[in-house]
């Protein structure tokens, strides 16, 4: 299974990018979807996460209030718009599904397939 991750780009701090996650010919309707991002020297950090048996969504701290994460089931695939980027969003995002438990929902190793990565750079 492949996840192909799109929309990062360069962008201002205060700006906003939309990074979208396709699936194509896989319905990962029982699992849990989600965003990573890692800075260079820095440990994979959770970013967001959407069950998609409940459409119940999650946020780390740092982006809580700023990012949405959202799904169009239709065109399976899955989205993470962020608003009021700050020079610390600068990193790897990464696009993730796994069959998670709510204890493990924010811990990297818990899932199963990711995509290949996209950079985000915010910076004046």
């Known amino acids: 299974v492949q996840l192909q991750a799109s929309g990062g780009g360069l962008v201002q701090p205060g700006g906003s990018l939309r990074l979208s996650c396709a699936a194509p010919g896989h319905t990962f309707s029982s699992y849990t979807m989600g965003w990573f991002r890692q800075a260079p020297g820095k440990a994979r950090e959770f970013v967001s996460a959407?069950?998609?048996?409940?459409?119940?969504?999650y946020y780390g701290d740092s982006v809580k209030g700023r990012f949405t994460i959202s799904r169009d089931r239709a065109k399976n695939t899955l989205y993470l718009q962020m608003n009021s980027l700050k020079t610390e969003d600068t990193a790897v995002y990464y696009c993730?599904?796994?069959?998670?438990?709510?204890?493990?929902?924010?811990?990297?190793?818990?899932?199963?397939?990711w995509g290949q990565g996209t950079q985000v750079t915010v910076s004046s």
């Open positions: 959407f069950k998609l048996t409940n459409g119940h969504t």
């Open positions: 993730t599904a796994g069959r998670v438990i709510m204890t493990t929902l924010r811990d990297a190793q818990a899932y199963e397939y």
